[in-house]
């Protein structure tokens, strides 16, 4: 879980392949060196003094190696930061993790809670190691990590069900991508008595707007569009919530015991592109080096394009469209 947090925004196969080979390479380099460089030791050069260490006490016999090198003061000194480093971080994800398992929602709990888990870990783990020594904590951890195996079956169960479902909304998407509803919001921009719609949207496409003129959209272009939108679906005895922050906002539909429909526009900063940057200076060089675009934010995440520059008839278009790919999912998971 905490390797899934770090890497949010990853695809599951580099999420996979990372967890599998990034830690299986780090033994593989380890064993090599270390373990090859050991076994050359006693079987070759006759350093018998070390195998009889390692048998005596495994917990030295990292330092018993490094004493039979040049430089053993500076690689053991080396060796304990590693140990205290993979130590501390290690405890720190198992907080976090903790502290995530007992959080209701969101992800910013109070900095006590997770402060609770860590010293609770730690005096847990001192008290281990104070009844019975290492051999103790090695077998607490083991009979903790054996009903554990069980819940991880299920936890497998649930991805794969999470990703079946992820397929059918992908298909369900492409089955409505060129579907007459989907020019919605292009067809929308053709306002009686105006002709320049596409000259804005195209000014929109290549320049970088500020914060504040994107802020200024969100709130009276596509917060204005979802209201009369969820009017709309409450004449039709839909349950709807919209919800209004100060870099986004969200309306959600109510579908009872079937997944809701969600559609957010979300204020995302980029680098400006090199094409808007020479504009930019032309225009004021005072001014951050920055792109804002206003994206749309689905149940399933971020679906990385941009409606800045649209109209409210656009956008309500829009929420049409995905809301009409939303209907074709659920039609599909029945």
């Not at 993979?86 to 910013?108: C, H, I, K, Y």
């Not at 997770?114 to 010293?119: D, E």
């Not at 090695?138 to 069900?161: N, T, V």
């Not at 409505?176 to 320049?196: E, F, K, Q, Y």
Request: charged share 20%.
């Amino acid at each position: 879980m905490f390797v899934a947090r770090v890497s949010r925004g990853r695809r599951i196969r580099e999420f996979v392949m990372g967890v599998l080979f990034v830690p299986a390479g780090f033994n593989f380099i380890w064993m090599t060196f270390f373990g090859d460089g050991a076994i050359h030791m006693i079987a070759n050069e006759g350093l018998g003094q070390l195998a009889d260490a390692v048998n005596e006490s495994s917990s030295i016999a990292l330092f018993e190696f490094l004493n039979l090198l040049p430089l053993s003061a500076v690689t053991s000194f080396i060796a304990v930061l590693l140990v205290a480093t993979f130590f501390v971080t290690s405890a720190d994800s198992g907080a976090l993790v903790m502290d995530l398992l007992t959080s209701r929602e969101g992800d910013d709990s109070p900095v006590l809670q997770r402060v609770f888990w860590a010293v609770s870990a730690g005096v847990s783990a001192i008290a281990l190691l104070m009844a019975g020594g290492l051999q103790a904590l090695q077998a607490a951890s083991l009979l903790a990590a054996l009903p554990f195996s069980i819940i991880l079956m299920f936890i497998c169960h649930g991805l794969l069900k999470a990703l079946k479902v992820e397929a059918i909304k992908q298909d369900s998407l492409r089955h409505l991508m060129n579907t007459p509803g989907n020019v919605s919001r292009v067809a929308a921009g053709n306002t009686p008595g105006r002709t320049d719609y596409w000259q804005t949207r195209l000014q929109t496409l290549v320049t970088s707007p500020r914060r504040q003129q994107v802020s200024t959209f969100l709130h009276d272009t596509a917060e204005v569009a979802m209201k009369e939108v969820g009017e709309e679906f409450e004449k039709q005895s839909l349950d709807i919530r919209i919800t209004d922050e100060d870099d986004r906002c969200y309306l959600r539909v109510d579908h009872g015991e079937e997944n809701d429909f969600v559609y957010g526009v979300r204020i995302r900063r980029y680098a400006a592109p090199s094409f808007a940057m020479s504009g930019m200076r032309q225009r004021d060089i005072s001014r951050d080096n920055n792109d804002y675009r206003a994206e749309v934010f689905l149940r399933e995440g971020g679906q990385k394009y941009n409606i800045m520059g649209y109209t409210k008839q656009q956008v309500i278009g829009d929420i049409l469209d995905q809301y009409e790919k939303h209907l074709h999912f659920l039609h599909i998971m029945r």
